[in-house]
């Protein structure tokens, strides 16, 4: 006997026909956790970026099935489920996974960690000097692990200590201690968890780009790539000019070593035979 198809609330449906025509309409689609984020902080959110990002939130449930349902229009976009968490959301844009990433960040903002919670990345209490003046406190740091010295009638943190792991509980002891230390490692905003795009999903430490760090390297690629490339005599047009004159440079005082004038060491050959005439003239006058 065939079980009974399950019933499905009028308005589940709508919301799921409603994301799979926003799943198909947008090529860049984000799975965001709201758990920490206020109500009033979502809607100034959707204000500060309309226009650029959409944002519906919906049950877990209702989200994997338009991703299900959308699986075979739109390879891979069925892997978001493996992202989804605590309160759900979907991000969608016409940007790409890192413009998308880089706008949700810029409206974050900072705030102190609260016993419960989970931590977005690794919680590090950094090494230097702290308010404390030597008493309980030091025994408290030393409970987290925490190595401590005591310096001009104050408590120094000898090295840096990584307190919470990204994706693990903070505990009361431990906000307790980074309330006292001043450091909110809590952000108050879209907690992005994953982009989609053309096949591909794009987590957030991809998506976490520290941008004038990537343009240092690249910098310092590009330096050390077009040294190799001097070195071993590689022509290509990053460093043709520059070789060129390293070899014309190089071709010229070989000439001016042996004494072979031509146009380009003509000048140069005069004022050395003027200098070495100048020396003679002085030695004979000297000897005379």
């Known amino acids: ?38 109500a009033a902080q979502l809607r100034q959110i959707r204000d500060i970026l309309r226009g ?37 959301a979907l991000v969608f844009s016409n940007e790409n996974p890192f413009v998308l990433y880089k706008l949700i960040q810029k409206n974050k903002s900072k705030a102190p960690a609260k016993a ?12 230097g000097p702290t308010p404390f003046t030597p008493g309980p406190i030091i025994g408290e740091l030393g409970a987290l692990g925490i190595k401590t010295k005591v310096e001009g009638g104050k408590i120094n943190i000898v090295e840096d200590k990584v307190v ?38 794009y987590g957030k430490d991809v998506l976490a780009v520290d941008e004038e760090k990537l343009m240092s390297d690249l910098v310092e690629s590009f330096y050390r ?6 070195e071993i005599g590689y022509f290509v047009k990053e460093i043709v000019e520059e070789m ?25 050959s005069l004022a050395v035979g003027e200098k070495s005439v100048l020396m003679l003239a002085d030695k004979i006058k000297w000897e005379v």
């Open 1 to 38: 006997m065939a079980k009974p198809e399950a019933h499905v609330a009028e308005y589940k449906k709508r919301i799921v026909k409603e994301l799979v025509k926003l799943l198909e309409s947008y090529p860049t689609i984000g799975v965001a956790d709201l758990t920490y984020l206020p």
């Open 52 to 88: 650029k990002v959409l944002i519906r939130v919906a049950k877990k449930r209702l989200i994997k099935l338009a991703l299900d349902a959308l699986s075979r229009k739109k390879k891979g976009i069925d892997k978001l489920e493996d992202h989804l968490q605590g309160i759900c």
């Open 116 to 127: 419960g919670q989970i931590a977005p990345n690794d919680i590090i209490i950094k090494a």
């Open 164 to 201: 919470v792991k990204e994706g693990g509980e903070i505990s009361e002891k431990v906000a307790e201690i980074l309330k006292r230390l001043g450091i909110e490692p809590m952000e108050i905003g879209l907690n992005i968890l994953a982009v989609y795009e053309d096949g591909l999903i």
């Open 225 to 230: 790539a077009k040294t190799v490339a001097k």
């Open 244 to 268: 060129v004159a390293e070899c014309f440079n190089s071709c010229k005082a070989v000439a001016l070593e042996c004494g072979f004038v031509c146009p380009e060491t003509v000048e140069e």
